[in-house]
């Protein structure tokens, strides 16, 4: 039996739990299809960058569980989750063309909090002199 290999992936508040192993392109994304899940052309180019990037499209089938954030939010932690999943099978080979890239790098910016007194985390209230 094949060796399945788990990755976490998070961007703003996603989170994508990737279970990545030696097969034939088969991916599935909360128990659909990547192409059902995914509508969007563009997001489902986000979730093959990994694949295109190190030249392994269709050698691995790929099984994830995406909770929280929106859709673009869960692609971007899906790709990242599948980046590092690549790299603990075989960092030598994958490592060096994801990381120039930019794939195993957690984007950490979060969405900043409101501030009590204002409509907004920055935006204040219209301030009237009289």
């Known amino acids: 039996m094949e060796k399945t290999v788990n990755a976490l992936g998070r961007r703003k508040s996603a989170v994508a739990r990737v279970y990545v192993v030696a097969g034939t392109g088969k991916f599935t994304v909360n128990g659909r299809e990547v ?3 995914f509508v969007d052309e563009t997001y489902q180019y ?7 990037v190190t030249g392994t499209t269709g050698q691995f089938d790929v099984k994830a569980n995406l909770c929280g954030g929106g859709i673009k939010g869960q692609a971007e ?11 603990e099978i075989d960092s030598e080979a994958y490592r060096s063309a994801l990381k120039a890239e930019g794939f195993l790098t957690r984007d950490a910016r979060e969405v ?11 935006r204040r209230f219209q301030f009237s002199k009289r």
Not at 46 to 52: A, D, G
Not at 112 to 122: D, L, T, V, Y
């Open 77 to 87: 932690a899906l790709r990242l989750g599948i980046s590092r999943a690549l790299c």
């Open 46 to 52: 986000i979730v093959n960058q990994p694949f295109t």
């Open 35 to 37: 192409n059902d899940y």
């Open 112 to 122: 900043e909090r409101k501030k009590p007194g204002q409509p907004g985390a920055r």
